[in-house]
């Protein structure tokens, strides 16, 4: 089972890896974590699996002795919200994010809505160790459905008080058939803006799309930006915690470019540091610097993300992997809140989205995933650390090994939700970017050969 617990979640194949039996008893496990005591509320997104998943962990905690509040299928963020709004001491959520369909899994997240970090391993410990204790049979807890549609009111009604447009804009959505649909269309009308819609119904088959936004997996999106003449476009992940945009020319915008737009916007009333992770594009620091900005980089993850806003209260974040933050809200990412957010900066300006991007310079930028078994991945950016140490080169460990020259970068990172290694490079010229392709690449293949080599070897 271990495999199935990563660092900000558990994820695996439904009944091969994760089934009900260990979601009930992970449940149990989670009350013991707690004492036994308190409220818990339970979202899902929507796949197929999600409400056998729901139901078991609902039945596991409530076994455990405390009180659930299931929320039924919403976008990660009005869980979130939820959380925040109410007296609860934590809260769970269903999901396998943007991995294939066949997979779910189970997040823990904090009254503020943040996602676990450390205590992910003390659950896990404690699920090993056995001893969690049961209460009595008359200190069980109880299983209660929140009223339907009511979290996701509370939580629209919350954005379209706080976010509108000075004009109205023509935006294309695509949610995937992910649980943004429940929301995404709606308060973006409510706001004042028109709406088309591709891949709005719900089915956790995906069958139109992956559930991971990307430029490979958005071409219907930009293909309906450009037939509707919109200002702008954006695809939401399967569970609703992550946006792409898509500017009026129908290209993908780096999600740099659109967190320095808004970023820029934040700077103007409030004081606080700009949050980035490590792949990231150079681009960050050149340009909100001139704004008299502090960046501060972090490793990839929202929850770790989450724990470095607080602690350099930070007014805005942004990952690599588009998702975004605006604490001056709430702590959690937020798609859909960054979609008004920027819907605003849009209507206040007259010129096309596609135009103010392009004021942006940008250098070229790489990402592959280098597929890599879960019991070799770390060894191999151990090797890696090593290899570089011995060169004398400028490096940063904090995520995986990045190496900083002059004139690029270069990052190697095991993912803590897929057996791969990632590959992130930028540089200023493009036959830069191509050395340093080519050399990342045959520096992981020999460590991915030396650790197979030391495995054989041990066993």
């Known amino acids: 089972m271990d495999h199935i617990f990563r660092a900000y979640d558990i994820r695996g194949v439904f009944n091969e890896d994760l089934t009900t039996d260990f979601a009930a008893r992970i449940g149990e496990v989670f009350a013991s974590f707690h004492g036994h005591k308190g409220r818990v509320a339970?979202?899902?997104?929507?796949?197929?699996?999600?409400?056998?998943?729901?139901?078991?962990?609902?039945?596991?905690?409530?076994?455990?002795?405390?009180?659930?509040?299931?929320?039924?299928?919403?976008?990660?963020?009005?869980?979130?919200?939820?959380?925040?709004?109410?007296?609860?001491?934590?809260?769970?959520?269903?999901?396998?994010?943007?991995?294939?369909?066949?997979?779910?899994?189970i997040r823990w997240r904090n009254p503020d809505g943040s996602g676990y970090t450390s205590d992910n391993e003390r659950i896990k410990d404690l699920y090993y160790s056995g001893a969690t204790g049961r209460p009595a049979w008359d200190a069980v807890g109880s299983v209660t459905r929140?009223?339907?549609?009511?979290?996701?009111?509370?939580?629209?009604?919350?954005?379209?008080?706080?976010?509108?447009?000075?004009?109205?804009?023509?935006?294309?959505?695509?949610?995937?058939?992910?649980?943004?649909?429940?929301?995404?269309?709606?308060?973006?009308?409510?706001?004042?803006?028109?709406?088309?819609?591709?891949?709005?119904?719900?089915?956790?088959?995906?069958?139109?799309?992956?559930?991971?936004?990307?430029?490979?997996?958005?071409?219907?999106l930009m293909e309906a930006v450009l037939e509707h003449g919109a200002d702008l476009g954006v695809g939401y992940d399967g569970d609703g915690d992550r946006c792409v945009f898509v500017d009026d020319k129908g290209r993908v915008v780096q999600v740099e470019k659109v967190g320095i737009l808004v970023s820029r916007d934040?700077?103007?009333?409030?004081?606080?540091?700009?949050?980035?992770?490590?792949?990231?594009?150079?681009?960050?620091?050149?340009?909100?610097?001139?704004?008299?900005?502090?960046?501060?980089?972090?490793?990839v993850g929202d929850v770790f993300v989450c724990e470095e806003i607080k602690r350099h209260n930070g007014i805005f974040a942004m990952e690599i992997s588009a998702h975004f933050f605006l604490p001056t809200y709430y702590i959690f990412d937020d798609p859909m809140l960054m979609t008004l957010k920027l819907?605003?900066?849009?209507g206040a300006d007259e010129r096309p989205f596609s135009e103010i991007v392009d004021a942006i310079p940008s250098y070229p930028f790489i990402e592959e995933g280098f597929p890599c078994p879960d019991d070799l991945k770390f060894r191999v950016n151990e090797l890696l650390e090593e290899h570089f140490r011995a060169q004398g080169a400028t490096i940063d460990t904090t995520d995986g090994v990045k190496v900083s020259f002059d004139d690029g970068w270069g990052m190697l990172r095991p993912s803590n939700t897929q057996p791969l290694t990632r590959l992130f490079a930028e540089a200023r010229t493009q036959e830069r970017l191509d050395e340093l392709l080519e050399e990342f690449t045959r520096l992981f293949r020999g460590m991915m050969d030396r650790a197979k080599a030391e495995m054989d070897v041990s066993s």
């Open 42 to 105: 339970i979202g899902r997104a929507v796949r197929i699996s999600s409400p056998a998943l729901e139901s078991a962990v609902a039945a596991g905690i409530a076994a455990g002795g405390m009180d659930v509040v299931t929320l039924g299928a919403c976008p990660i963020p009005v869980l979130n919200f939820h959380l925040n709004k109410g007296d609860y001491v934590a809260g769970v959520y269903i999901t396998a994010s943007h991995n294939p369909p066949e997979y779910n899994g």
């Open 146 to 220: 929140y009223p339907e549609g009511e979290a996701i009111a509370d939580y629209t009604d919350f954005l379209a008080q706080r976010l509108t447009s000075p004009r109205p804009l023509k935006i294309v959505v695509d949610p995937g058939n992910g649980a943004a649909a429940l929301v995404a269309m709606d308060l973006l009308e409510r706001v004042g803006h028109r709406v088309e819609v591709i891949f709005g119904e719900i089915d956790g088959t995906f069958p139109n799309r992956s559930p991971h936004p990307t430029e490979r997996s958005l071409g219907g």
């Open 343 to 346: 819907a605003e900066l849009l």
């Open 266 to 299: 934040l700077l103007k009333d409030h004081k606080g540091k700009i949050i980035a992770n490590l792949p990231c594009s150079m681009i960050v620091e050149e340009e909100l610097e001139k704004d008299g900005a502090e960046i501060v980089r972090v490793r």
